[in-house]
């Protein structure tokens, strides 16, 4: 049996040697551009430090919020 699947390949490794992400699913080094990793699926992270956008606006919304709340216990108490 070939190992034609298994492992990364020198032409893959070449291809995406420059800007390569290790994958969650799978461990290997794949190209960071692309949003699925070609061996095993798993969506890839690049560049994004691994951040949703709705976990920065959701994060961004409850800092307002603290920061509204505070603001009006304080001005409650003068
Ligand atoms: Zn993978």
Do not use: F, N, S
């Not at 799978?26 to 070609?38: H, K, N, S």
């Amino acid at each position: 049996m070939r190992d034609d699947h298994d492992g990364p390949q020198a032409a893959d490794l070449e291809r995406y040697g420059d800007a390569g992400v290790t994958c969650r699913g799978c461990g290997r080094e794949v190209y960071d551009e692309l949003e699925e990793c070609p061996h095993c699926g798993a969506p890839v992270c690049g560049g994004g430090g691994g951040t949703p956008k709705w976990a920065v606006v959701t994060a961004a919304v409850l800092i307002v919020l603290l920061v509204l709340g505070a603001l009006t216990a304080v001005l409650g108490r003068m």
